[in-house]
């Protein structure tokens, strides 16, 4: 342990910042990786100074496309964030945290309830491959509105009858008066794998003693 070898470094591709930055960075700190530079420079990539691996700092959605090409050898992401861009990626371990569902809600006021009664309905969402593959699924026809963030916001500005997103506490839609009529997916933090090279990853994971749960 705790050697550096050379040339074979393992990148791995966590959230640079935002919600599951910390303990993307603690799955590393708590067992035992310490990084030179950690917080102390601008730079995106993190050497590590006990370990033969460098920390990349992306935008959690851009992690799928770096694992998939073989640019990270491994990755930290939501399985929202995953499952929505719909690549076959390995998932070695559920890591417990960044748990949320990606659910449906609408106004209070409202009277849909279940998926039909979206038909012809405005959804305003940050997942439209999820929610296009939910509604074909049931044979509804919506109109998807697809907007990058904060879409608790829509309804009442007239944007959109219903709202597709994250919620974890459920605050957000309540602050909204919106409430969830029902869930499309559960998602945690998991830890995914390229499909390129093997070997240095096998002793990555049995130096970090990462167990495959999945
Ligand atoms: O900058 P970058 O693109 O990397 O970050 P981001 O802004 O896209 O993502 P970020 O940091 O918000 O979330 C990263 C990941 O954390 C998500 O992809 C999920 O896997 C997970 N996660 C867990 C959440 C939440 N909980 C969450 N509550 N992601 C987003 N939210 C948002 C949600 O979109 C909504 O606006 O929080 C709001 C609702 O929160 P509550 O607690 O009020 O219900
Ligand atoms: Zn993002």
Excluded at 6 to 33: C, H, N, Y
């Amino acid at each position: 342990m705790h050697l550096i070898y050379t040339p074979e470094r393992q990148r791995i591709a966590i959230q640079k910042s935002g919600r599951l930055q910390k303990a993307s960075m603690d799955f590393f700190t708590s067992r035992g990786v310490t990084f030179a530079q950690n917080g102390g420079s601008k730079s995106l990539i993190y050497p590590s100074d006990n370990f033969d691996i460098d920390l990349l700092l992306l935008r959690d959605d851009d992690i799928p496309e770096y694992v998939r090409r073989g640019v990270a050898d491994f990755g930290i992401v939501g399985e929202n964030v995953l499952a929505e861009k719909g690549f076959d990626l390995s998932v070695i371990s559920k890591l417990h945290f960044g748990r949320c569902k990606l659910l449906v809600a609408v106004p209070r006021s409202s009277r849909m309830r279940t998926p039909e009664d979206l038909e012809g309905k405005r959804i305003a969402t940050s997942y439209p491959k999820l929610l296009t593959d939910f509604l074909k699924e049931r044979g509804v026809e919506a109109s998807i509105v697809p907007i990058s963030g904060s879409t608790e916001i829509t309804p009442e500005l007239d944007l959109a009858d219903a709202i597709c997103d994250i919620v974890q506490t459920g605050a957000t839609l309540q602050a909204h008066d919106l409430v969830p009529i029902f869930d499309i997916m559960e998602s945690q933090a998991v830890l995914v794998e390229s499909p390129v090279g093997k070997q240095a990853k096998q002793r990555f994971l049995s130096e970090l003693r990462i167990e495959k749960n999945v």
